[in-house]
């Protein structure tokens, strides 16, 4: 379980600390190299989930930078849900115009859904670092996972010490790396510095994976059930960890 974060810097003071640099380190690759082991490491506890009202213009939302995921979207109070076409009017409107034997689709001569059953859900999809929707404008209330950064943009790291000492042995042997290519620096060193960063890796990912006793429980509750709860989407999955009770005549 992962519980508070901190800045990035802490990692750079401590390759200055612990691998004992004298010469002034370039900051940039420092931080873009955390990242990366962040990304590496890539263990869901590490990021934050955020909820915010997205406003769609034009039939779209840029999505933010430090987006790693979609959870769920609420438009209306309901669940929005994912276009399932691959091309289509309406539901997967953009910039583009499709045509049929010379005629701009329509829902007269494409039509999506049969005249038994007509569906006037709204729909979204991912094109191009935007989230385009089947309406030009709304709001949207969005829970999605994102890297956690500071006031400045930099990603903030776990504060734990297993996830430190995986970004600072990452550093360490990208630093290795290129002295070992430009011939500065043995294979030995280099490949030592490798299996530190191969060890550290794979136990910051294990540590921040543990669940502690609640999120245990809620496991629990969502695996040992009679009746699959199959309608959990259209509540936003709150009520997942709700353990069954058995009703007796």
Not at 89 to 105: F, K, L, M, Q, R
């Amino acid at each position: 379980m992962i519980y508070n974060y901190t800045n990035v810097r802490e990692v750079i003071e401590g390759l200055y600390r612990d691998y004992g640099h004298q010469e002034e380190l370039d900051l940039w690759d420092m931080i873009e190299w955390c990242g990366e082991a962040l990304d590496l490491i890539g263990a869901h506890q590490q990021y934050v989930t955020m909820v915010e009202d997205w406003q769609v213009c034009n039939y779209r939302y840029a999505l933010p930078c430090n987006l790693i995921s979609l959870n769920q979207i609420s438009y209306n109070g309901f669940p929005l849900k994912y276009a399932a076409g691959v091309f289509g009017p309406a539901s997967n409107a953009d910039d583009s115009t499709y045509v049929i034997d010379g005629e701009e689709v329509s829902s007269d001569n494409f039509p999506r859904y049969n005249a038994e059953q007509v569906n006037m859900d709204h729909r979204y999809y991912i094109n191009a670092a935007y989230l385009v929707t089947s309406f030009e404008e709304g709001c949207l209330m969005v829970s999605y996972t994102a890297t956690k950064v500071d006031e400045d943009g930099f990603p903030m790291i776990p504060d734990d010490i297993l996830f430190k000492k995986a970004l600072k042995s990452y550093c360490q042997m990208m630093l290795d790396r290129k002295d070992w290519r430009r011939q500065r620096l043995s294979e030995a060193v280099y490949r030592d510095s490798q299996r530190d960063w191969e060890w550290y890796v794979r136990s910051a990912r294990g540590k921040a994976q543990m669940p502690n006793i609640d999120k245990m429980e809620s496991i629990k509750n969502q695996w040992v059930r009679l009746k699959p709860n199959q309608n959990s989407y259209n509540t936003f999955f709150s009520d997942m960890n709700t353990p069954e009770r058995k009703k007796l005549k």
